[in-house]
Nanobody, 127 residues
Framework: QVQPVESGGGLVQAGGSLRLSCAVA????????VAWFRQAPGKEREFVSA????????STADSVKARFTISRDIAKNTAYLQMNRLTPEDTATYYC????????????????????WGQGTQVTVSS
């Protein structure tokens, strides 16, 4: 298992869209979970979305559920976070995290559930 690598962040105007990518390794169809968290300046890291690599289970924070979508491309070993209708409140560093632990649905939104973290990618939404 190696550290995930995020990309796709940038500066976007309010109402715009971005798609973040996360290159992962070590996840298999039968095991592994990938997640996105974010941390705004002066705030704690918060859960955004997660999914089992098999695609069987997904979880997304209520605050972004109507606008953000997590997905993955097994052939490319890449996870994505499609973010639409962005607002300045979405400004944060977005982190990709993975784990090979067995599924614990109640833990998907918990940062301690994940063992490997990327360096983060900055998303800035201007008003």
């Amino acid at each position: 298992q190696v550290q995930p690598v995020e990309s796709g962040g940038g500066l976007v105007q309010a109402g715009g869209s971005l798609r973040l990518s996360c290159a992962v390794a070590g996840l298999t169809y039968s095991s592994g979970t990938v997640a996105w968290f974010r941390q705004a300046p002066g705030k704690e890291r918060e859960f955004v979305s997660a999914m089992r690599w098999s695609g069987s289970t997904k979880s997304t924070a209520d605050s972004v559920k109507a606008r953000f979508t997590i997905s993955r491309d097994i052939a490319k070993n890449t996870a994505y976070l499609q973010m639409n209708r962005l607002t300045p409140e979405d400004t944060a560093t977005y982190y990709c995290a993975t784990t090979l632990r067995g599924l614990i649905a109640s833990s998907l939104s918990t940062s301690s559930y994940y063992d490997y973290w990327g360096q983060g990618t900055q998303v800035t939404v201007s008003s």
